[in-house]
């Protein structure tokens, strides 16, 4: 019998013991090494190789993903792991950590109870930690954290044991203090769910070389971190695996830490139900009740090319088999399901039934979308799962032949069925099909799934409505600090002559040219001499100038400077919006002298906080996109166009007779126009005709300021408290 044969068969004969059971999600930043992670998992229950684990990538199944090196949708897989002489079972999903993914970890967290957050120790705790962490938290899924790349301190940043551990010490506190202020409003928890060595709540290790350590590990084992480090400097790594391998810690971690569904499922169904908490439902929930009504919520959506659709989601009551007839939430009549599964990475193994309190795919429920609740009898649905962030950019889909529409369409209501966060919508004016995704990867990997796996040609138009930051006056010289305090630098920044953005935009200004051919172009639009020598570098419609004068390592160090500065003005500090039209100043730095303590972890963000001080201290603001707006209308319609354009914030410039019509000339906010052309046919009788021109950006008035900011920041998941030097919006 084949090992896989094998461990389906233990999962399957664990699946009736629901205090064995624990179901886990790997969440993270991207790039922190989940996926590495959830390979020496697999590894460690015998189902990849020791030897490829971590390089494999097993739980990243699609092309693209391997391509791409990020995970792009969330990988179920179920495992066993012998703890304290018994074995349990444990269904992990890997969720993608890069932002425009995030639904799927929403998605995620609503089928498991536990969630091991991955933290790269050099990076720290990033947006996309504090993401994932409210995501788990609002679902009621109980935290714990496992420090990985621990490698990186000793052998890349050389600290010693000290430094080390208050590196360590400062992400644990980091990501509690998170945790504290995340869940000072649940009262549903019973207990403080915040990390800590002491209770073996927190691992820390290397899923690259497999090694990892926790206390009780370590009081297992008897190292400490003076032996990891003395092994891993005399790159002695595969004894380290061996002594203390990563898998043993982390899994002991999930059985001790993780609740099982019996514990779990009282605690989480009130938060996720609102059904009546009196009925023998909500008693067959809490109980984890296997011989119940069946109640399956899907989180899932996804493609076989052989056995079709599969929902993937929790078992919270009752058994699921083979030839049951189900309700489906908000459809009518039953669907019937064909099979039931456990997932091992990408391949999927056929069971006879999922009982209660596991995580199961299943194959026939046609009407179900993720989120969907599933049950034997009609029931009040699950909540629905509210995604933290909203889709922000828009993109027009169109097939290249008219015979691939009808295959286009079919293949977007897929798209939108396993991906909530994706919205279709079709334009009737223009017959082009619009999907929105949580940013430009998002709608990258959509597309080129549709080409790729569908083979329809498809014409991609450009993203919508981005706001944009800029200056309104000079500010004082600011500091930004490196997190090891070794490196500072000081920058200004004023808002740049209009000429001069002009100049850039029409391409007559850029760094391809000749320095000599540049410096004339700048001097043309505006810009004095002494200063058009000394451009370091254009970014978008930004410029930094290089006012500092023989600074020792400057030179090595200026590229990680672009790349901090690049990163802060594609991110402005109001709402993440690209910042435009200003031009900085360098007029001093202070480097440490070792290229170890000036590496791209300390430089790029100490320039990046140095452009956002200096943004805020030059009263930055928002910018919209507006439009120029022509409307021809018979006069009698006249006061109705008018009145068009001025209810959407716009201006009315001019009107004037044109022949037997009035014309109608003003400008108005884009985001303002959505839904212009069937408002303006009914405020006209269908009499009008208009064209609209962008028009670049202006600032958007002041008292919508900080509602459009709290806005932006609250659709990508931000904090909702503008930093405190903000105080003039």
């Known amino acids: ?20 059971i624990r179901n886990i999600a790997i969440a993270a930043h991207v790039d922190h090494g989940k996926t590495t992670l959830s390979d020496n998992l697999l590894a460690g229950a015998g189902m990849i190789s020791q030897d490829t684990a971590g390089e494999q990538l097993a739980m990243d199944t699609k092309e693209d993903e391997q391509e791409r090196g990020i995970t792009i949708d ?51 705790a990033m947006p996309q930690t504090e993401t994932v962490l409210r995501q788990a938290l609002r679902e009621g899924v109980k935290p714990t954290l496992f420090i990985n790349k621990v490698d990186r ?84 790594r595969d004894e380290l695996h061996e002594r203390t391998p990563l898998s043993d810690v982390v899994l002991d971690m999930v059985c001790e830490h993780f609740p099982n569904p019996v514990d779990a499922q009282p605690r989480r169904v009130p938060r996720i139900w609102r059904g009546d908490p009196e009925s023998s439902l909500a008693d067959t929930m809490r109980l984890v009740d296997e011989d119940g009504e069946v109640v399956f919520m899907v989180t899932d959506i996804s493609m076989d090319p052989h056995a079709g659709e599969i929902a993937t989601g929790r078992v919270f009551s009752g058994t699921l088999e083979k030839g049951q007839e189900l309700y489906v939430s908000g459809t009518a009549g039953k669907n019937r399901i064909q099979s039931v599964g456990l997932f091992m990475g990408s391949e999927r193994e056929e069971v006879e039934h999922v009982p209660a309190g596991n995580i199961a795919s299943v194959t026939g429920l046609r009407d179900a979308i993720a989120g969907s609740t599933v049950s034997s009898v009609e029931m009040t649905p699950f909540e629905s799962i509210e995604h933290i962030s909203e889709p ?21 209501q897929q798209v939108a069925k396993e991906d909530p966060t994706i919205q279709i919508e079709i334009n009737e004016d223009t017959g082009e099909h619009l999907i929105s995704g949580q940013g430009e990867l998002h709608l990258e990997v959509i597309t080129q799934r549709i080409r790729d796996n569908q083979g329809i040609p498809v014409i991609t138009g450009e993203p919508i409505v981005v706001y944009r930051e800029q200056p309104q006056e000079a500010s004082r010289e600011v500091e930004g600090q ?55 570098d254009i970014h978008r419609t930004n410029i930094l100038i290089d006012d500092t004068k023989g600074i020792q390592h400057l030179n090595e160090t200026m590229e990680l400077v672009l790349e901090g500065l690049q990163e802060a003005l594609d991110d402005g500090p109001l709402a993440a919006e690209p910042v435009q039209g200003s031009l900085f100043r360098l007029h001093d730095a202070k480097l440490h002298e ?26 930055v603001r928002l910018l919209e996109p507006i439009q120029d707006v022509r409307i021809d209308v018979p006069s009698e319609h006249m006061g109705a166009a008018s009145g068009e354009v001025q209810g959407r914030r716009g201006r009315v410039d001019d ?62 998941g931000m904090k909702l408290e503008l930093p405190s030097s903000i105080d003039y919006i």
């Open 153 to 236: 301190l000793i052998s890349e940043l050389q600290e010693g044991p000290q430094e080390m551990q208050e590196r360590l010490l400062s992400v644990i506190a980091d990501v509690n203090e998170l945790i504290r202020g995340m869940a000072e409003n649940m009262d549903d928890i019973p207990e403080d769910w915040t990390v800590s060595v002491e209770d073996g709540t927190v691992g820390f290790g290397s899923a690259l070389y497999k090694w990892g350590v926790s206390m009780p590990s370590m009081q297992r084992t008897g190292m400490d971190f003076g032996d990891i480090m003395e092994l891993e400097q005399n790159d002695k």
């Open 74 to 124: 969330a990988a179920n897989v179920s495992m066993t792991h012998e703890y304290e002489d018994t074995n349990h079972l444990i269904n992990l999903i890997d969720t993608p950590g890069h932002v425009d993914f995030g639904g799927d970890v929403t998605r995620a967290m609503r089928a498991v109870d536990g969630a091991l957050v991955v933290v790269d120790a050099v990076e720290g």
């Open 594 to 619: 070792d290229t170890i303590h000036r590496g791209p972890a300390q430089v790029i963000p100490a320039v990046r906080d140095a452009v956002h001080r200096a943004l805020i201290d030059g009263e």
């Open 655 to 716: 009107m004037y007779q044109e022949g037997d019509l009035m014309v109608v000339e003003g400008i108005a906010p884009v985001e303002e126009m959505i839904g212009f052309s069937s408002d303006i046919r009914s405020a006209t009788e269908g009499r009008a005709s208009w064209n609209t021109e962008n028009a670049g950006f202006r600032v958007l008035v002041d008292n919508l300021q900080r509602e459009k900011i709290m806005e932006i920041r609250e659709r990508k």
């Open 392 to 412: 922000v950019i828009t993109k027009s889909v169109e097939a290249q032949s008219m015979d691939d529409l009808p295959k286009l369409i079919e293949t977007l």
């Open 1 to 20: 019998m084949g090992r896989r044969k094998k461990i389906v068969q233990e999962c399957e004969r664990l699946m009736d013991e629901p205090e064995n």
């Open 482 to 536: 490196s997190p090891n305090r070794h490196n500072k630098f000081y920058l200004t920044v004023e808002p740049m002559a209009q000429e001069i953005v002009d100049a850039i935009q029409l391409g007559e200004v850029s760094m391809d040219m000749p320095e000599l051919e540049r410096r004339e172009a700048l001097q043309e639009a505006g810009m004095d001499k002494d200063t058009s020598q000394n451009v370091e």
